[in-house]
């Protein structure tokens, strides 16, 4: 029975450390389709709710994670990138903002360089239409 045990328990582990990590990954896209959201709700109305900085910035500092707000570990090496466009090309009140929070996600980083587990980029994005003209914030990363 031992002989049993120890050739299941890594398939059992390998399958609890995925479900873990999924889990992350799922709470990671949720967040920043929130983000994106809310970002996209401050620039359809020109505000920035941060005491200083750009609005990306402000809506970065918003993530419920240390991970998606400055990176810098083995899953999330860098920040999560708040970016803002008018897809339409002009700023009019009316015209659409749409907004993308993006981060690299590594896979099980402790497996990464044994099984060459790839890197997924997870993204959420919100579009809504300009309700005052832009001048507290600027399209870009």
Not at 29 to 53: C, F, M, S
Not at 61 to 81: D, F, K, M
Not at 103 to 115: E, K, T
């Amino acid at each position: 029975m031992l002989v049993e045990f120890a050739l299941v328990l890594p398939v059992l582990l390998l399958l609890l450390f995925g479900i873990f990590e999924f889990g992350r990954v799922f709470n990671y896209w949720i967040d920043q389709t929130h983000l994106a959201n809310v970002a996209a709700r401050w620039a359809a109305v020109d505000r920035n709710p941060g005491p200083e900085g750009t609005l990306q910035e402000s809506v970065r500092l918003q993530a419920n994670t240390e991970e998606l707000r400055s990176g810098g570990t083995t899953s999330v090496p860098e920040p999560a990138e708040v970016c803002i466009v008018f897809p339409d090309g002009s700023a009019d009140v009316g015209d659409p903002v749409e907004v993308t929070v993006s981060v690299d996600f590594n896979w099980m980083p402790f497996l990464g360089d044994q099984i060459d587990v790839t890197t997924t980029t997870l993204t959420g994005a919100a579009t809504m239409r300009l309700e005052q003209t832009p001048s507290e914030y600027a399209a870009g990363c």
